[in-house]
């Protein structure tokens, strides 16, 4: 069974400092791994995604996470926080071939000016 | 990209009535759609997943005589709450994705429906 673990249900920063939200999983069998962003009241936006290749994977607005098989790990940083960029993020994972992305609970980031 | 409406935005409704919500792709086809819940400051519920023209696939512990699935043609889902209940307030979710049965397909999520039951 797969799962997610976002460690950190709230993460603060002041604008311009790195932001760094972390996510681990688990799988039986080689994941993929997905970062969405989520404003109040709206759906979600996908950030990046790592399927295979390059562990270093970089997606919009700044973003990029690094997928660490080691480490089941796969957290999300950005060198400079904006303060649009206080959002909730997700981690997802779903199964190479599999319908199903489970979710993290999400953290919450706080971009303090 | 990939866009995909819901509609309503919002509704309210009184305990008892059924409610209905539709999702739709609006520039691409999308053979699987997801229909999720979402609480208050928490994460996303997987509650379905919908193929165009078969029945869709509850997940553990949903009940599919409540939450009625439809997934007529390859833009648009739709999410029937029968009976609704106050407890059945939530933020409700789709998503749509392009290829049927492949975990690294990108889904669209839509920007969701508040339910209030009164």
């Known amino acids: 069974a797969q799962s997610v673990t976002q460690l950190g249900s709230h993460v603060s920063v002041s604008e311009g400092a790195l932001v760094l939200l972390r996510c681990n999983y688990s799988?039986?069998?080689?994941?993929?791994l997905f970062w969405y962003v989520q404003y109040p009241n709206q759906g979600l936006q996908l950030l990046l995604k790592?399927?295979?290749?390059?562990?270093l994977v970089k997606g919009i607005n700044g973003f990029e996470a690094e997928f660490k098989k080691s480490e089941t790990s796969f957290h999300l940083t950005k060198p400079s926080a904006h303060m649009s960029d206080a959002a909730e993020y997700f981690c997802?994972?779903?199964?190479?071939?599999?319908?199903?992305?489970?979710f993290g609970a999400g953290t919450r980031l706080f971009v303090k000016a | 990209g990939a866009v995909v409406s819901q509609h309503p935005s919002r509704v309210i409704c009184k305990s008892g009535t059924s409610v209905k919500i539709e999702c739709r792709s609006l520039?691409?086809?999308?053979?699987?759609m997801f229909w999720y819940r979402q609480f208050p400051k928490q994460s996303l519920m997987l509650m379905a997943t919908?193929?165009?023209?078969?029945?869709?696939?509850?997940e553990q512990g949903v009940e599919k005589d409540k939450f009625l699935i439809n997934h007529a043609s390859l833009t648009l889902s739709t999410l029937t709450v029968t009976s609704a209940h106050p407890e059945d307030s939530s933020f409700y979710i789709c998503?749509?994705?392009?290829?049927?049965?492949?975990?690294?397909?990108?889904?669209?999520f839509g920007p969701g429906t508040r339910l209030t039951v009164l």
């Open positions: 998503s749509a994705s392009l290829v049927q049965g492949a975990g690294s397909d990108t889904q669209y």
């Open positions: 799988s039986s069998v080689p994941p993929y």
């Open positions: 790592y399927t295979t290749g390059a562990t």
């Open positions: 997802a994972v779903s199964e190479t071939g599999g319908f199903k992305t489970i």
């Open positions: 520039d691409f086809q999308a053979t699987t």
């Open positions: 919908s193929n165009e023209g078969s029945k869709a696939t509850y």
